[in-house]
């Protein structure tokens, strides 16, 4: 395959770019990327000088760029991770999101089109579909309704519409996956996980929205990987995937807890903050039609992983310090 990946400076992204380089040698990956304060080239400091592998520095949304880069290399596959990603920077400012997110994916759409691209795959998330309440079973799937709450999730719903209808409207051979709370080395330390081991790792508070009741699937970073991969070598086309981790619910103060312990602190360290406005109450992810289709299933323990994330923090003061308080 010769495959466009965008966004593979940031966290899913350079992962995935790590998963596929060494499991599929003959493969190409040019990786197209804006760096934004979210993308950092260090991530893929192992394949840099891999040639089965270029690095573009590049705005998703220019069109003419975009164009060219899918001609020129001869791309048949898009994986699509570009993306504004992070819901309280949405709150401060859409702007960027409806940018990225909906312009972007229509200008990499229009220019996979044009190219004849095999397959386009789209990763997007279960935020598109809203909240659901505490305390009950209910999980999403691939029939429920779309309803976006935050600028963040809203984008990304427009984005799945936008590849759903070039794939109904011009027979674009399109996928999506929408996966849950993804965790792992390379996560920008604004998110729950790294947050809050290098804030503990500073000698700091971790700060906890609301009551942290909030419940979320998490997801290792490579089992995400593995996903996209049976999606793009067995997945149909057309299709959505929906990905996720766990089985039973955890809300965010537990998850703020077990790294506590794991990094034998107190609960002195948990300061609650204002909470988010419009925050979702709980997402879980039924992922039985992955299962069956394609045989896929989390293989990664969370509570192992979990360990193995906040070592990974540990180890790699260096990488984190750089981007943290920009
Ligand atoms: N992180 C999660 O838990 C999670 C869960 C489900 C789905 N997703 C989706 O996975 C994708 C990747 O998420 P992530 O957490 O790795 O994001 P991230 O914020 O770590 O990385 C995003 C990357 O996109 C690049 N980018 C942003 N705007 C761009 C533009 N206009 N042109 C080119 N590149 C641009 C950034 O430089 C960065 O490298 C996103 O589409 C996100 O919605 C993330």
């Known amino acids: 395959m010769k495959i466009l990946v965008t966004g593979g400076a940031g966290f899913i992204g350079s992962n995935f770019i790590l998963y596929w380089l060494s499991r599929y040698t003959n493969d190409k990956i040019v ?70 997110n909906v312009e972007g994916t229509y ?67 399109i996928t999506i996956s929408n996966c849950s709370n993804n965790y792992g080395p390379y996560q920008f330390p604004e998110k729950l996980i790294p947050l809050t081991v290098t804030n503990l790792l500073e000698g700091k508070k971790v700060p906890v929205y609301g009551d942290g009741l909030y419940v979320r699937d998490w997801l290792y970073v490579e089992d995400h990987c593995r996903a996209v991969d049976l999606i793009l070598n067995k997945g149909r086309i057309g299709e959505t995937y929906f990905i996720g981790g766990l089985t039973e619910d955890i809300n965010n103060i537990e998850i703020v807890k077990k790294i506590l312990k794991i990094m034998d602190m107190g609960e002195d360290k948990i300061k609650y903050v204002k909470d988010r406005p419009g925050h979702d109450r ?38 984190w310090k750089k981007i943290k308080n920009d």
Request: charged content about 25%; glycine content about 4%.
């Open 31 to 100: 990786n197209l990327d804006k760096l934004t304060y979210a993308g950092n080239l260090e991530n893929l400091q192992s394949v840099e000088s891999n040639k089965n592998y270029v690095f573009i520095k590049e705005d998703i949304c220019n069109s003419k760029a975009v164009k060219s880069i899918i001609k020129d290399y001869q791309i048949d596959t898009v994986v699509h991770f570009a993306a504004e990603t992070h819901v309280d920077r949405s709150i401060d400012d859409p702007t960027p999101f409806i940018k990225t």
């Open 107 to 173: 200008v990499l759409l229009d220019a996979a089109l044009k190219n004849n691209v095999h397959r386009f795959h789209h990763i997007s998330t279960d935020e598109v579909f809203g909240s659901l309440e505490l305390g009950t079973e209910e999980k999403f799937n691939e029939s429920s309704n779309y309803s976006p709450r935050s600028p963040y999730s809203a984008s990304k719903a427009a984005s799945d519409h936008l590849v759903r209808a070039f794939g109904i409207t011009y027979g674009l051979p």
């Open 282 to 319: 709980r997402y879980a992810i039924d992922w039985s039609k992955i299962n069956k289709e394609l045989g896929w299933k989390p293989e990664h323990d969370f509570e192992e992983y979990l360990k193995l994330t906040v070592d990974w923090y540990k180890r790699n003061k260096n990488w």
